[in-house]
């Protein structure tokens, strides 16, 4: 039996927010930020050809929000603000 040869990619320059829809997905779904770009890449480029591009699919990773209604959210009311630092003393 031969061994398929994995290769290695390394992504720069990732913007912090898609970085974490990634993290936030890979925590839904008890995986790894990893396993989640390989699946959205396998996705893009073979896995469903006549399905959504990478971009629709990074779209969509930031579309996914909390599963309640705002209505159902408790708004805490605010307090009395602090008062500010002053940086001109010693």
Known sequence: MTKKKLRTIQIRNVDPHLHHALRLRAARD?????AVAR???????????????LLTLVDHAFDEGPDVEE?????????????????HEP
């Open 30 to 34: 008890d995986s790894s930020v990893e």
């Open 71 to 87: 209505n159902e959210l408790d708004i805490p009311t605010r307090g009395t603000m602090r008062p500010l630092p002053d940086f």
């Open 39 to 53: 699946e959205i890449l396998r996705d893009a480029v073979g896995g469903r050809i006549d399905g959504p591009g």
